[in-house]
């Protein structure tokens, strides 16, 4: 089946500096690429839509200055949470999907803690 | 305002009986809508998708409905066993952006032995 992967699996920052979070799609060339958030015992919050090559569309709310995604091949997307604060403590997870499939394949997620 | 809900209230069954959870939704012509199941700090699996012409979709064990009319679908696990206590999600297409999906909160299942 399509593999998701996500690194790092969990991670630990400091107020005020940039943390990055590689998707890779190992086995499928990844089209469009999505990134949530999920909040304790809430549903997934999808944060932006990225395709390949292209500028990535964020969801109303959702600051692209702060959140920035970078998916530059078929198999990568990044996702840069710059000046991070403690209100963005969350777990970050993102999916792929391919041409003609409607199925989105997850990575493992972020955790994603900031002090 | 576009709503999906799902029971916010855990599910609990005995092993072996049917597990039957819902998803309504409210404002949505969805071209489709998926299941999915998540385990506790995991990304989402993808289960089933049901498209809006179809009335049932089955994979082994799992069955969904899909009632446009009604705007609801049903997911069935049969012969549960306690390796399917999950949260399980349902998922819409938007009208816009036909891969992109909104979530439901999902509704947890706990099967005992």
């Known amino acids: 089946g399509a593999v998701v992967s996500q690194h790092p699996s969990w991670v630990i920052c400091k107020s005020g500096t940039s943390v990055k979070i590689e998707c890779r799609s190992l086995?499928?060339?990844?089209?469009?690429m999505f990134w949530y958030r999920q909040f304790p015992k809430q549903s997934l919050m999808l944060m932006a839509t990225s395709n390949e090559g292209s500028k990535a569309t964020y969801e109303q709310g959702v600051e692209k200055d702060k959140f920035l995604i970078n998916h530059a091949s078929l198999t990568l997307s990044t996702l840069t949470v710059t000046s991070a604060h403690p209100e963005d403590s969350s777990f970050y997870i993102c999916?792929?999907?391919?041409?003609?499939?409607?199925?989105?394949?997850f990575g493992p997620g972020t955790r994603l803690t900031v002090t | 305002s576009q709503k999906i809900e799902q029971n916010s209230e855990a599910l609990n069954i005995q092993e072996g009986k049917t597990a039957t959870l819902t998803c309504n939704y409210t404002n949505y012509s969805p071209a489709y809508l998926q299941w999915y199941r998540q385990d506790p700090g995991r990304g989402p699996v993808f289960l089933l998708l049901?498209?809006?012409?179809?009335k049932e979709k089955r994979k082994e064990r799992l069955k969904v409905t899909f009632d446009t009319t009604l705007k609801q679908s049903l997911f069935h696990i049969t012969a549960s066993q306690p390796a399917d206590s999950a949260t399980y999600l349902c998922?819409?297409?938007?009208?816009?952006?036909?891969?992109?999906?909104?979530f439901g909160k999902g509704t947890m299942l706990l099967v005992s032995p």
């Open positions: 086995d499928f060339q990844a089209t469009t």
């Open positions: 998922a819409l297409a938007r009208s816009s952006g036909y891969s992109t999906l909104t």
């Open positions: 049901i498209r809006e012409n179809e």
């Open positions: 999916s792929a999907t391919g041409t003609g499939v409607n199925e989105q394949y």
